[in-house]
Nanobody, 127 residues
Framework: QVQLVESGGGLVQAGGSLRLSCVASGRPFSWYAMGWFRQAPGKEREFVAAISRTGGSPSYADSVKGRFTISRDNAKNTVYLQLNSLKPEDTAVYYC????????????????????WGQGTQVTVSS
């Protein structure tokens, strides 16, 4: 089992920034590719960003490319999501997720490939 706890959400004006953190416990963090997803009211959960076990191969949804940055610190069992130039359409609950895989260089963008999920942190962007 892996436990994931997100933090760093909040209310911010359009154009502002936030940094989300997700701390993992329970199993060696380096075993897992990590992803960030989000879910707005009435919408399906969608991919935001992912990063491989070693921290390489970051990938992003087109809607956040160039504004958001995913990173991880395996020594701190933590994955981060830096959110810049926020827009009202970025408003959602943001979830981190862990994917146990052997491949060290790949991170999936698919919701159903992730094994463990955090409880989410709310990000609200006002216009």
């Amino acid at each position: 089992q892996v436990q994931l706890v997100e933090s760093g959400g909040g209310l911010v004006q359009a154009g502002g920034s936030l940094r989300l953190s997700c701390v993992a416990s329970g199993r060696p963090f380096s075993w897992y590719a990590m992803g960030w997803f989000r879910q707005a009211p009435g919408k399906e959960r969608e991919f935001v960003a992912a990063i491989s076990r070693t921290g390489g191969s970051p990938s992003y949804a087109d809607s956040v490319k160039g504004r958001f940055t995913i990173s991880r610190d395996n020594a701190k069992n933590t994955v981060y999501l830096q959110l810049n130039s926020l827009k009202p359409e970025d408003t959602a609950v943001y979830y981190c997720a862990a994917d146990r895989r052997m491949d060290t260089a790949y991170a999936s963008s698919l919701v159903n490939e992730y094994d463990y999920w955090g409880q989410g942190t709310q990000v609200t962007v006002s216009s």
